[in-house]
Structures are given as C-alpha cells and as structure tokens.
C-alpha cells in the first residue's frame, strides 16, 4: 500500500530552470510548491551568468543541449515579448582572430547548421569591419539570432505566472536529504521550519548542489550521482561604453565559450567569463570575489579581436559557478535528466550539470521535465 503523499509536486530550487519547471506543472493543473534555501528567488547560477539567448551552435548534434538550446531559444523570445521581459535579439559575430582559427570557425558553422541553426552567415574581414567597426579578424560567423536577456525579470514573470496558477514558494527552506517511500518522496528541511514533507513528485533543480543533495536521498543509486566539478567563470567590466553593438566571441577554448564581450540590457559591456577550476566539490565554500590579477590575461584574450582596448579599462566585476560533470582536459558533458528507470527512485527527477547553455533552454527543459513527471 502507498503512503499518502502531503503534496503533489515539490521542486527543489528557485532558480530559472525550477521556477520553468515549477510554472509548467503548475499551469498543467498540479499542485506545486518550491523549496528554496535561500530567501528570494535566483540567488544561485541564474543571477550569476552572461545572459546571453545562445543560437544552440557549438552544441554536439542529438544532444539535450543541442535541442533544448533551440527549442528554448524560440520559446524564450516568444515568452519575453508576452511577458514585457526586457531583451535584445542584437546577434553575435564570432571571430577568427588569425588564420590558424579560420577551420575552428568553419567547424563551429557545420555543426550549427546540423543543430537547425539555418541564420548563420559567414563573413569576411571587410564585412566584419563595417558591422562592428573595432572588431579584427581574418572571418567571422554572424549569428542573427543570439540575443540578451535581463535574467532577473525573467525569472519574476516565471515566478508570476507560477503563483498566478496556484503555485508557491517556501524561502528560507534548505533540503537537507530524503529517502525513498513506498509511492512517495520524504523530503528533510533544515532551515526556519525544520520538518519533514511527502510528494508524488519531487524535482531536484538545485544547481550547483544537486549532485549533493542526491548522496543524501536513501534509496538512491548512489552510482547514477555524476562526480561534479566546479569551473568558476570571473567577468571585468569596461569602464566606459562599449563601442559594439553586437556581441562578441573568440572562438571557444576548454571548458567554456572564451572570454567573449556581452552587453547587458542597458548597454554596458562586459568580457568573461574565464575558466578556473575550483579545487572544492562543496557549492558553501565557493569564493565568489573576482581576483585582480586575472585581468592580464583578459587583456592578452581580448586584445586578439579588439586592439582597441586601452589599459585600466577592465574593472573587476562578479563570477559564477559552472556545475561541471567532466574535468578540465576531458569533453563538455551533457545536461543529465534521471528518472526512476535511472536511479530507481519512483516519482524523483534529477537534473545534473545544467551550465550553459541553461538559460537559453529553461523553457524546453521545464517542457520535457513536466512530461517526465505528468507521463509518470
Ligand atoms: C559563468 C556562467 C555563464 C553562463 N552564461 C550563460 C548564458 O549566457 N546563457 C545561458 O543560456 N546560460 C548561461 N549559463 C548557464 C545558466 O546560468 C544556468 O544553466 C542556469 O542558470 C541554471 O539554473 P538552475 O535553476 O539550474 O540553477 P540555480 O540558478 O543555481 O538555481 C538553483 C537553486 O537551488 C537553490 N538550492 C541549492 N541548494 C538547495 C537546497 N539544499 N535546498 C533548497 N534549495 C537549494 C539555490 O539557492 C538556487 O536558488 C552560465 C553559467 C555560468 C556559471
């Protein structure tokens, strides 16, 4: 006999990948509520990124990232324009500095068209030139579709039309672990109200720490949980205004897209963020301040395809955490998505190692997660 459950659905974490999720139950007429550690919404990952809408180019083809990077790029400018969510399409040119990255970006062009990435065009350096007149390189891909998004108001017009439909948020609430019921998930919280709870359906969204969480489930395979590594990405701002209109990237470099220019909403620029590895495994312990002395090496990446830039231009800005599932040296992994049928926990979806491009597929991840749950 199953035990009966306190609630339908529970989603651990309220940061743009739960809240999607959150808001897709919610509106397919379940009963949802959140838990969240912190006492607001995106504290974690989805405050502390490019927020960049990426096209879904450098992804391998047949991956979810691949997939959900351009069905959630779709369904994110749909969303923004209903929603009144500030965003730009304002595109990217992504750049071959010298000739000896000419095949890279050649490379990148073949496996975006193999993603259904059909507007990117190849352009030479005199084009290039006359779009983004500081940009240097031997050739670029333009790519039409790349925009920016303001990630908080996103995430508040998430968390809008979630309670619009009946959903809720618990602040200030951390899961602790939880176990395996007959039919149902318990799970711990320590926090404000320390206690117990019981679901149908539990979702573990909670970014950096969900490999965590997971070691502390009773009856969860132990060897489905991915080792996770920590890539922390520093970002430096630009003193003054940024003399682009577009965005721009160098090619990407292990572990991350290479430290590219980005504009926020209102048209400050920013270049990061850069790869490096952390030595802890414990999202608590992570140092978020951003080291000085990185700059010179920003300075030497960025002057490939922007000359322009003038010493004590770049000021340190913030920095964020990538919830890897390789190390450096290795393949970027994919997004990981378990069910029962994976980890043998009836009624538990478990998401591992959503880094980039996580923001941009939000939308397609809450799609394809909501099936998981509601076909269960
Ligand atoms: C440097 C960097 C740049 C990036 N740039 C881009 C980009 O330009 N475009 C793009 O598409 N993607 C980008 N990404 C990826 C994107 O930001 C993430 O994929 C996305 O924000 C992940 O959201 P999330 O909801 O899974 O995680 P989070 O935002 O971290 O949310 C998890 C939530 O869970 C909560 N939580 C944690 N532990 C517990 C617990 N025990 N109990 C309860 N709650 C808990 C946290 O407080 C947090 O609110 C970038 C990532 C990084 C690190």
């Not at 009966?4 to 659905?9: N, S, T, V």
């Not at 711990?188 to 950096?208: C, D, F, P, W, Y």
Request: hydrophobic letters at 40%.
């Amino acid at each position: 006999m199953s035990t009966a459950a306190d609630i339908d659905c529970l989603v651990v974490g309220a940061g743009v990948v739960g809240l999607a999720i959150a808001r897709s139950l919610a509106m397919a007429g379940r009963e949802v509520v959140v838990l969240e550690a912190e006492a607001g919404i995106g504290h974690g990952i989805s405050s502390r990124n490019s927020e960049v809408i990426h096209a879904g180019i450098y992804y391998p083809q047949g991956s979810l990232k691949a997939r959900f990077c351009v069905e959630g790029r779709k369904a994110l400018y749909r969303f923004c324009a209903d929603h009144g969510v500030p965003h730009n399409r304002c595109g990217k040119i992504l750049v071959a500095a010298s000739e000896d990255q000419r095949a890279q970006v050649l490379a990148i062009q073949k496996k975006a068209a193999a993603n259904g990435v059909d507007d990117l065009r190849l352009i030479d350096s005199h084009e290039m030139k006359a779009m983004e007149p500081e940009v240097q390189g031997v050739i670029g891909l333009h790519s039409p579709s790349t925009g920016i998004v303001d990630s908080h108001a996103l995430m508040l017009a998430l968390q809008g039309d979630f309670e619009a439909h009946g959903g809720a948020i618990a602040f200030n609430t951390r899961v602790a672990g939880g176990e395996a019921l007959s039919g149902v998930v318990r799970l711990r919280t320590e926090g404000e109200e320390a206690s117990e709870i019981t679901a149908n359906h539990v979702v573990l969204a909670s970014g950096l720490s969900s490999p965590r969480i997971a070691r502390s489930i009773t009856g969860l395979s132990p060897n489905t949980i991915p080792a996770s590594r920590f890539a922390k990405g520093s970002y430096f701002s630009l003193a003054r205004r940024a003399p682009f209109s577009r965005l721009v990237y160098p090619v990407p470099e292990p572990g991350g897209l290479g430290t590219h220019l980005t504009l926020d909403i209102s048209g400050r620029g920013r270049f990061g963020p850069d790869v490096e590895w952390l030595d802890t495994d414990d999202e608590r312990t992570i140092d978020y301040r951003v080291d000085p002395a990185r700059a010179a090496k920003f300075y030497a990446a960025i002057r490939r395809y922007w000359p322009g830039l003038r010493d004590d231009e770049l000021t340190p800005d913030y920095s964020g955490v990538r919830p890897k599932l390789s190390g450096p040296g290795e393949p970027d992994e994919d997004f990981l998505i378990q069910n029962d049928r994976v980890h043998g926990v009836r009624g538990l979806v478990a998401l591992y190692g959503i880094e980039s491009p996580g923001l941009t597929s939000s939308l397609a991840i809450a799609d394809h997660v909501a099936q998981m749950v509601l076909q269960s």
